[in-house]
């Protein structure tokens, strides 16, 4: 019976990640496209892959919830994921880090290891799906409906948290982003604490924190205080 609740659980986390990729794709249009031109397809085929990108998400996340297509939507999931990392780890071995855009404005950061290693872990996972689901084929079906509905429900209220946050961090960002771009030349008064912020690199990539503000040193010829 434990494994029962293990394989819904597993294809309740997996159906959470890809509907919340899918939503954020949909949600973000313009950013889609420009992370998929990033990401070195052609810019004839950058609309239709912005969204049908998403539209597989979509399906893979509701055919993650039934039995006869769970282990089906696993295995497309692995693909998905296993062509997105080594597009990832393509685009690091030629210095670049265009921002991801994996949940929409939500995620608008550039790619990194986190990124691979955060795949990586999904794979496992859909391969754990996978391989749980032909085992136990039955699975919801050998469980009490009120544990499944339950279950169900605490990944969908699990999924609106996560999606408002990021559109918490995404408000943030576009309000940092307003605030510099209404600074003057007198820039911040003193004692206050700067926004975030990048400055892109000449060999490729972007900086932040400490690193981006010795780049901007640097280009300034301005010395450390």
Not at 36 to 56: C, D, K, N
Not at 80 to 90: D, E, I, N, Y
Request: proline content about 7%; aromatic content about 6%.
């Amino acid at each position: 019976m434990a494994i029962d609740y293990v394989v819904w659980v597993a294809r309740l986390v997996l159906a959470v990640v890809f509907g919340l990729s899918a939503w954020g794709k949909l949600a973000d249009g313009p950013g889609t496209r420009k992370a998929v031109g990033e990401f070195g397809i052609p810019l004839t085929w950058v609309p239709a892959v912005a969204w049908a990108l998403p539209a597989v998400e979509a399906v893979v996340a509701v055919a993650l919830l039934p039995p006869w297509t769970a282990a089906g939507a696993a295995l497309v999931a692995i693909l998905l994921l296993g062509m997105f990392t080594g597009a990832v780890v393509r685009l690091l071995r030629q210095g670049k880090r265009p921002v991801c855009s994996c949940f929409g404005a939500a995620s608008a950061a550039p790619i990194g290891r986190g990124t691979v290693a955060r795949n990586i872990v999904l794979i496992a996972l859909a391969g754990v799906t996978a391989v749980a689901t032909l085992a136990e084929p039955r699975v919801p079906g050998g469980l009490p409906v009120d544990h499944v509905v339950a279950m169900g429900v605490a990944a969908g209220f699990g999924a609106v948290l996560v999606s408002l946050w990021g559109e918490l961090r995404a408000l943030r960002r576009r309000l940092d982003e307003k605030v510099l771009s209404t600074l003057g030349e007198e820039g911040l008064p003193p004692g206050a604490v700067a926004p975030e912020f990048q400055v892109l690199r000449t060999a490729g990539g972007r900086a932040g924190g400490r690193a981006a503000v010795s780049r901007a040193r640097d280009v300034l010829g301005r010395p450390d205080r």
